[in-house]
């Protein structure tokens, strides 16, 4: 499967943003949203399944981040709400067809996306 992420970008702080995960060639369960910020670890910041519709969020992030599907275009989003500085990162889509128990690892995920550049100023 090819990843491609879009629609990062500098905003400040409080304002939203939508990124959007255009998936193209073989069929996979589940799509995942991490980010990575400077000098940090990546890390887990939303996963849907693919049929079904299923969510799963970090904990620090319920509420202000929402992951949605479009069947039809093939595509994954993440609304993101009330952004803080510290929302600053990388973001990367990725496919897997592991188990959803796993969805949280980054280890889980064999396909990823190229990354979008999210900046929050203050």
């Known amino acids: 499967v090819q990843l491609q992420a879009s629609g990062g970008g500098l905003v400040q702080a409080g304002s939203s943003l939508r990124l959007s995960c255009a998936a193209s060639?073989?069929?996979?369960?589940?799509v995942g949203w991490f980010r990575q910020a400077p000098g940090k670890e990546r890390e887990f910041v939303a996963a849907?399944?693919?049929?079904?519709?299923?969510?799963r969020y970090a904990d620090s992030l319920k509420g202000r981040f929402t992951i949605s599907r479009d069947n039809a275009k093939n595509t994954v989003y993440l609304q993101m709400n009330s952004l803080q500085p510290e929302d600053t990162a990388v973001y990367y889509c990725?496919?897997?067809?592991?188990?959803?128990?796993?969805?949280?690892?980054?280890?889980?995920?064999?396909?990823w996306g190229q990354g979008t550049l999210v900046t929050v100023s203050s």
């Open positions: 990725a496919a897997t067809n592991a188990v959803w128990s796993a969805v949280v690892s980054a280890s889980a995920f064999g396909s």
């Open positions: 060639g073989r069929t996979f369960y589940y």
């Open positions: 849907i399944r693919w049929s079904g519709g299923t969510t």
